[in-house]
């Protein structure tokens, strides 16, 4: 009988492993449900929380499954928590998938910091155009910015919004030429972004430095604990290992 892998998701790694489970595994994708089109993985997808860490032990048992990999994204650090707990609690082997933090390089001009709210104070003082990269969540921190931001999210924020913004819905994967136009055309002086890693995303950054302007990085919370692997083949190697075809 096929072996049952619950795949935490919303990431484009979790999407190619969904595409590359080993045989003899049978995999569910489970995704937030926080966009109102979100790219859907391979095979069976849930959506929506388990309910906490309880909820999801509950789910695991209820619904035997003999694995989990967390491939959610670096700043979920919510549901990588209750899962770390929810596997303690049941036994049940638990892999992390976090693809590497982005690499700066000498020609970069990036301002690290440690919270969203850090960058939001940075953001006023350091430029007075800024395109605000962060997602939808946190947008708050913003409310009394000074600076005028160009907001590029996925889904419309939710209010309180800083007075002075523009909304670009639009959602990766993006090119450098195209990042550049987007810089050039609204005179932005700052990217502000997450260290969300990938290749995705990474275009506004190699911009940035053509265009010769600062980026603020807000730098990834704490890897959970426990095997963690960066790329998709690890994955794959550790379900064969361990829950693959007999
Ligand atoms: P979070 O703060 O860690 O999670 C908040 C709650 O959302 C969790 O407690 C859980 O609810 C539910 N949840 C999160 N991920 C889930 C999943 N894959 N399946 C089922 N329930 C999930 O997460 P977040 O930062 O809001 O991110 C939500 C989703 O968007 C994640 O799947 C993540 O991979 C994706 N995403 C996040 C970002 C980001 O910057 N944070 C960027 C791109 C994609 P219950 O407690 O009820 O189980």
Known sequence: MAKKLLLLGGTAEARALAAAVPSGVHVISSLAGRVSRPNLPEGEVRVGGFGGARGLADYLRTERIDAVVDATHPFAASISANVADAAAETGIPLLSLRRPGWEQSEADDWHWVGSVSEAATLTDRLA????LTTGRGGLAEFADSRAWLLIRCV??????????HQLLL????YTVDGELTLLR??????????DSGGSYTAAKLHAAREFGIPVVVIARPEPPK?????????????????????
């Open 170 to 173: 639009d959602r990766g994967p």
């Open 155 to 164: 889904d419309p924020p939710e209010p309180p919004l800083p007075a002075n």
């Open 185 to 194: 055309t609204h005179r932005i002086q700052l990217v502000v972004t997450k």
């Open 226 to 246: 426990g095997p963690l692997v960066e790329h998709v083949e690890d994955a794959i190697d550790w379900l064969s290992r361990g829950i693959g075809a007999e």
């Open 128 to 131: 007075e155009r800024a395109l």
